[in-house]
């Protein structure tokens, strides 16, 4: 079992920033598909950025240039650094680790982070 530990999400205005981290408690990290996805009220969760253990990115259209994702293999750690929030980013972010092997997949998600952008 992997527990995974999300903080720096809360409230902010409207074009503002934010960092949220997600620590991982395990040894091979590296190794782990790294992503963050969100969920609003009343809507699907969905992919916001995911980066793999090779270190390939993807990001979800919405983000636009706006948000960054990137990991610390040394600190098994990956953040999302948001930026040029809008009101429709107001969802609860949730850190996703993602490992395939040979004998199957295992996944793991975070209790997500709470992040509202309104005036």
């Known amino acids: 079992q992997v527990q995974l530990a999300e903080s720096g999400g809360g409230l902010v205005q409207p074009g503002g920033s934010l960092r949220l981290s997600c620590v991982a408690s395990?040894?091979?990290?590296?190794?782990?598909?790294m992503g963050w996805y969100r969920q609003a009220p009343g809507k699907q969760r969905e992919l916001v950025a995911r980066?793999?253990?090779?270190?390939?990115?993807n990001y979800a259209d919405f983000v636009k240039g706006r948000f960054t994702i990137s990991r610390d293999n040394a600190k098994s750690t990956v953040h999302l650094q948001m930026n040029s929030l809008k009101p429709e980013d107001t969802a609860v972010y949730y850190c996703?680790?993602?490992?395939?092997?040979?004998?199957?997949?295992?996944?793991?998600w975070g209790q997500g982070t709470q992040v509202t952008v309104s005036s």
């Open positions: 980066v793999t253990s090779g270190g390939r990115i």
């Open positions: 996703n680790a993602d490992l395939t092997t040979v004998q199957g997949a295992y996944g793991y």
């Open positions: 395990t040894t091979i990290f590296r190794l782990y598909t």
